[in-house]
């Protein structure tokens, strides 16, 4: 049974960092595509961030880029998600997710397997 379990969410001022854990359990990480996803209320999931098997290719939502790097730790078998410069608009809960393959489109119709989530809340 596949299980993703996020941590690191919490509150901070606009401009702050956070790094974001997902730890994978019955789902080796580097063996898939594996993402970030975000929710805000009111609004539609949205993809972030995601990695593919090895050579480890990353792609990231136009929003976040140059200030969201994805990576994966192969020998912990968990997926991170530094956060830098945070804005107020990157407030949402924040998904881990993860798909048998390579990474194709961000969209979340494509990967099996989410977490619970956590929250992120950034304050101006």
């Known amino acids: 049974q596949v299980q993703l379990a996020e941590s690191g969410g919490g509150s901070v001022q606009a401009g702050g960092s956070l790094r974001l854990s997902c730890a994978a359990s019955?789902?080796?990480?580097?063996?898939?595509?594996m993402g970030w996803f975000r929710q805000a209320p009111g609004k539609e999931r949205e993809g972030v961030a995601q990695?593919?098997?090895?050579?480890?290719?990353?792609n990231y939502a136009a929003s976040v880029k140059g200030r969201f790097t994805i990576s994966r730790d192969t020998a912990k078998n968990t997926l991170y998600l530094q956060m830098n410069s945070l804005k107020p608009e990157d407030t949402a809960m924040y998904y881990c997710?993860?798909?048998?393959?390579?990474?194709?489109?961000?969209?979340?119709?494509?990967?099996?397997?989410w977490g619970q989530g956590t929250q992120v809340t950034v304050s101006s």
């Open positions: 990695i593919s098997p090895a050579p480890g290719r990353t």
């Open positions: 019955g789902y080796t990480a580097s063996s898939g595509c």
């Open positions: 997710a993860a798909q048998r393959g390579y990474c194709g489109r961000l969209i979340s119709t494509v990967f099996n397997y």
